[in-house]
């Protein structure tokens, strides 16, 4: 049965690397109909944060996507935090020295410090085995003084390590290669990445590790553990990069990169994961939508792509827009209403009457939204006074005059007027009369028309807009517009 894992370190935001990471997961688990387990790796105690951890749990929360075991569920191979496992780690520990597979170091920080100093100068990388050939005597010596070792591991001068990556096809890597004899026990009791990493995954019962490639060069030292610890190692996917645009690894200097960025931003959690699972992976040369439950169907590891996966904003930003299209009026009332009251156009609670001011309004701005946030800006002319978000330039045409635009706004006054007296299309062919008496384009008739009564060149549909704002407020608006002129 496939057991798989995320395993994030609670030491910031949940950004789209691992959330990507997290829901390959995920589908692989449900598409075999396996296990999916969280893990929380919090042994780095100096950078680790409670904001983060919570921040896992409330990100993946909000995308949908749950585990089968982990700390706030339980299950039958936790404890799920590895701070609370430190004596699992201790054991393996001892198992490696027993077995001549490790050995304690009694180096200072001073002296590991001058020694990547003088490294860094001469090109060469890592410890220099100072410890490895320690007699009891000497060990004995060290303790005397207080001194508490670290546990290293023993790098093979010779052999390969070598596993078949179920991406990448059958990778090697020659010991003496791999970083000298890394430190898997820390003075203090706590493991480093590695030997914690290993010991969890085999006590899981892990079988197959998805995880970015970013991991590679980590996996041939953890092939030596396995052997080393007398284990039987998962199978490994090592799933491709995320990059801007300009093929660098996504960063901030692309733009929001974490989840809760994203959702502040006003993106919906199924149009972010339905753009994440087509990042390195495709079902076909020609589907783009899927619902969570169809991903979860049709996943696999066949279709998972070598190169590395772009993240472009503008493509996730049309994502977006169509999945706020295909929502329904009342969906969409709920998820817009916190940016609309955040904004201090909307009072907290469903039954003000600006709430339902908003609800006939979600038809007009429906096609008009990218970002949930966008609706501020679009319903702002329908629940607040607009007087001063526009100057008198604001409502004058190219290549016309203050003039022109009051004769023509004075021309569209009574239309206005008899608002409900016409349908939308005899209400347009009113205004194209104008434009035509005139001689002069619809536009010209529109936009300062447009400015007027919403206070923006850019908004909803103008008459949609007239008919929500009414005549009685729409006639105030181009009387204040005409004053301006």
């Known amino acids: 049965?496939?057991?798989?894992?995320?395993?994030?370190?609670?030491?910031?935001?949940?950004?789209?690397?691992?959330?990507?990471?997290?829901?390959?997961?995920?589908?692989?688990?449900?598409?075999?109909?396996?296990?999916?387990?969280?893990?929380?790796?919090?042994?780095?105690?100096?950078?680790?944060?409670?904001?983060?951890?919570?921040?896992?749990?409330?990100?993946?929360?909000?995308?949908?996507?749950?585990?089968?075991?982990?700390?706030?569920?339980?299950?039958?191979?936790?404890?799920?935090?590895?701070?609370?496992?430190?004596?699992?780690?201790?054991?393996?520990?001892?198992?490696?020295?027993?077995?001549?597979?490790?050995?304690?170091?009694?180096?200072?920080?001073?002296?590991?410090?001058?020694?990547?100093?003088?490294?860094?100068?001469?090109?060469?990388?890592?410890?220099?085995?100072?410890?490895?050939?320690?007699?009891?005597?000497?060990?004995?010596?060290?303790?005397?003084?207080?001194?508490?070792?670290?546990?290293?591991?023993?790098?093979?001068?010779?052999?390969?390590?070598?596993?078949?990556?179920?991406?990448?096809?059958?990778?090697?890597?020659?010991?003496?290669?791999?970083?000298?004899?890394?430190?898997?026990?820390?003075?203090d009791g706590f493991p480093t990445y590695h030997l914690a990493n290993v010991v969890d995954d085999h006590e899981m019962q892990i079988t197959h590790v998805l995880r970015a490639q970013e991991w590679l060069s980590s996996t041939p030292l953890h092939i030596l553990l396995y052997e080393a610890l007398g284990h039987e190692p998962p199978k490994f996917c090592h799933l491709p990069f995320v990059t801007g645009k300009d093929g660098q690894k996504l960063s901030k200097r692309h733009g929001a990169t974490s989840v809760i960025e994203f959702r502040k931003q006003g993106y919906l959690p199924e149009a972010l994961i339905n753009y994440i699972a087509l990042l390195g992976w495709s079902y076909d040369d020609s589907r783009e939508f899927f619902t969570l439950d169809e991903l979860e169907e049709l996943f696999t590891v066949e279709k998972l792509n070598k190169a590395p996966a772009v993240f472009d904003y503008k493509k996730l930003e049309w994502f977006n827009g169509n999945y706020i299209r295909a929502c329904s009026d009342a969906r969409l009332f709920e998820v817009l209403s916190p940016y609309i009251e955040q904004a201090g156009l909307l009072p907290a609670g469903e039954q003000s009457p600006q709430a339902e001011v908003v609800r006939n309004a979600i038809p007009l701005v429906k096609e008009r939204l990218k970002l949930l946030s966008d609706a501020p800006s679009l319903l702002r002319f329908l629940l607040a006074d607009i007087g001063d978000d526009y100057t008198a330039e604001d409502l004058v045409p190219k290549k016309m005059d203050t003039g022109a635009t009051k004769a023509l706004l004075e021309a569209v006054r009574p239309l206005v007027a008899q608002l409900d007296g016409y349908d939308d299309e005899s209400l347009e062919n009113e205004f194209r009369k104008v434009a035509e008496e005139y001689d002069t384009k619809l536009g010209n008739v529109m936009m300062p028309l447009r400015v007027a009564v919403t206070g923006s060149r850019a908004s909803p549909p103008l008459i949609g807009s007239l008919r929500l704002l009414g005549a009685d407020r729409a006639l105030g608006r181009i009387d204040a517009a005409l004053a301006k002129l």
């Open 1 to 187: 049965m496939v057991r798989v894992r995320y395993a994030p370190s609670p030491t910031g935001l949940q950004h789209i690397g691992g959330v990507r990471t997290a829901l390959f997961n995920y589908l692989y688990a449900r598409s075999t109909g396996g296990s999916f387990v969280l893990r929380i790796e919090d042994t780095d105690r100096e950078r680790y944060s409670e904001d983060a951890l919570q921040d896992i749990y409330a990100s993946f929360n909000w995308l949908g996507v749950s585990w089968d075991e982990g700390p706030d569920c339980g299950g039958p191979y936790g404890p799920y935090l590895q701070s609370h496992r430190l004596e699992r780690y201790r054991a393996a520990a001892d198992t490696l020295l027993s077995r001549g597979w490790a050995y304690e170091c009694f180096c200072s920080p001073e002296r590991l410090e001058a020694l990547r100093s003088e490294g860094s100068r001469d090109g060469v990388v890592g410890y220099d085995r100072h410890c490895r050939e320690l007699t009891d005597e000497q060990r004995f010596s060290y303790r005397a003084k207080g001194i508490t070792p670290v546990v290293r591991l023993k790098i093979p001068d010779q052999g390969t390590a070598s596993f078949e990556d179920l991406l990448l096809g059958t990778v090697k890597r020659k010991h003496k290669d791999l970083p000298p004899d890394p430190v898997m026990l820390k003075s």
